[in-house]
């Protein structure tokens, strides 16, 4: 168990809908990130947060939105769901700003029909 | 986008055996670092080695480092069933803004008994 939790486990939608994943860290750590990992792109980096502030972009599309909220827990909003967008997102969280290991949550998989 | 390549991407091997998997990427770095993955559930860190090492040793798993080449590998010694799993370099670009993780695309191990 890294300590880092997602919810919800599974999310089956339709196209155009709109999701929210949620994500809390481990205990302590202000860094979160969300990565997606499918099948033809692989793991990709989306965003991070650092103590509530957003820290470095990856390949995140305009539709998909995140916050990390005062207690630290974060959410990725993914809106205009398309079927592509299905995959799994993982949450992943480190103590700081220092390039270190992170551990990572479960995973929301993510089906839109 | 993806850093680099591991290679090879599938490999099978008999219980007892070595693994060697390798991975290649193509910026400047702050650290690399090697992940696990069983079954699309969520990843777990193995090890890191920063750029200014060359070796680096936990248990069963010898990682080196070259940087002049930008390539790493992992070495699994006395491979077992449970070591079974997809597994992930990653490294953290020097002078990238935040401490993302840039994934490859992954060697998946098999280990029979």
């Known amino acids: 168990d890294s300590g880092v939790t997602q919810t919800p486990k599974h999310l089956i939608t339709a196209t155009g809908q709109r999701v929210t994943l949620r994500c809390s860290p481990r205990?302590?750590?202000?860094?979160v990130y969300w990565y997606q990992q499918s099948l033809d792109q692989g793991l990709q980096f989306l965003i991070q947060?650092?103590?509530?502030?957003?820290?470095a972009k990856g390949n995140i599309l305009e539709r998909f939105s995140a916050q990390q909220f005062p207690d630290l827990h974060s959410e990725l909003n993914l809106s205009s769901l398309e079927l592509g967008d299905s995959a799994l997102y993982f949450c992943?969280?480190?103590?700081?700003?220092?390039?270190?290991?992170?551990?990572f949550g479960p995973g929301t998989r993510l089906t839109v029909l | 986008s993806q850093q680099g390549e591991e290679d090879p991407q599938a490999l099978s091997i008999q219980e007892g055996e070595n693994a060697t998997m390798n991975c290649s990427y193509k910026?400047?770095?702050?650290?690399l670092q090697w992940y696990r993955q069983n079954s699309g559930r969520g990843l777990v860190h193995l090890i890191l080695?920063?750029?200014?090492?060359r070796e680096k040793h936990s248990g069963r798993l010898r990682v080196t480092l070259d940087t002049s080449k930008k390539s790493s590998s992992l070495l699994i010694t006395a491979s077992r069933a449970a070591d079974t799993a997809s597994y992930f370099c990653?490294?953290?670009?020097?002078?990238?803004?935040?401490?993302?993780?840039?994934f490859g695309k992954g060697t998946t191990l098999s280990v029979s008994s």
């Open positions: 992943a969280s480190s103590p700081g700003l220092a390039p270190s290991k992170q551990f």
């Open positions: 205990s302590g750590d202000l860094s």
């Open positions: 947060y650092y103590n509530g502030e957003e820290r």
């Open positions: 910026t400047s770095i702050n650290n």
């Open positions: 080695i920063r750029s200014n090492e």
């Open positions: 990653a490294t953290v670009p020097a002078n990238q803004a935040g401490t993302a993780l840039i």
